[in-house]
T-cell receptor
Framework: KNEVEQSPQNLTAQEGEFITINCSYS?????LHWLQQHPGGGIVSLFM???GKKKHGRLIATINIQEKHSSLHITASHPRDSAVYIC??????????FGQGTRLTINP | DTAVSQTPKYLVTQMGNDKSIKCEQN?????MYWYKQDSKKFLKIMFS???????INETVPNRFSPKSPDKAHLNLHINSLELGDSAVYFC???????????FGPGTRLTVL
């Protein structure tokens, strides 16, 4: 079993819907990252969290350290949000351990 | 200006060959990484260097040898390439007060 589990693995929604992607982890962490990988392959870091909640535009990320769980929310989803979203946890020596990714498709 | 650059972007080669992938970052970061993304799109760390010193070396075959001539560069040399080495390799950097890692565009390696 992977140390970082994401759900769902695939998600298809209509434009405008509210999207939630979940991430659970089983190890002690210093921080959690949400990454976005576009169909072209490039990886962009969206958030780094160690507690609470962060918001950037239509994206919101939350983390519950006690429950070892994080969520990524997208409000008013748009086809350009279609990508793979990857959760990664940081433990010692700046090492990142990755979830398997959630493939999000937003249809117009 | 590109923050983290990799060359080449695509690399197609025969089994048994030796090849290198280069990575450069102009962010002044102290720490650099190599990650491998397999055909199932699963990312896994391979190596990490901090200020030219190896700090993370996951269970990677010794055919893979990272080299850091200075803290802005981390190159990956692969000997005796095998079919299973086919993947996308990402370089990343971290440091300088940044709260996240910056990724290169990836190098797609195909071993025939």
């Amino acid at each position: 079993k992977n140390e970082v589990e994401q759900s769902p693995q695939n998600l298809t929604a209509q434009e405008g819907e509210f999207i939630t992607i979940n991430c659970s982890y089983s190890v002690g962490i210093s921080a959690l990252h949400w990454l976005q990988q576009h169909p072209g392959g490039g990886i962009v870091s969206l958030f780094m969290l160690s507690s609470g909640k962060k918001k950037h535009g239509r994206l919101i990320a939350t983390i519950n350290i006690q429950e070892k769980h994080s969520s990524l929310h997208i409000t008013a989803s748009h086809p350009r949000d279609s990508a793979v979203y990857i959760c990664a946890v940081r433990s010692g020596a700046q090492k990142l351990v990755f979830g398997q990714g959630t493939r999000l498709t937003i249809n117009p | 200006d590109t923050a983290v650059s990799q060359t080449p972007k695509y690399l197609v080669t025969q089994m048994g060959n030796d090849k290198s992938i280069k990575c450069e970052q102009n962010l002044g970061h102290d720490t650099m990484y190599w990650y491998k993304q397999d055909s199932k799109k699963f990312l896994k760390i391979m190596f990490s260097y901090n200020n030219k010193e190896l700090i993370i070396n996951e269970t990677v075959p010794n055919r893979f040898s990272p080299k850091s001539p200075d803290k802005a560069h981390l190159n990956l040399h692969i000997n005796s390439l095998e079919l299973g080495d086919s993947a996308v390799y990402f370089c990343a950097s971290f440091g300088g007060g940044a709260d996240t890692q910056y990724f290169g565009p990836g190098t797609r390696l195909t071993v025939l």
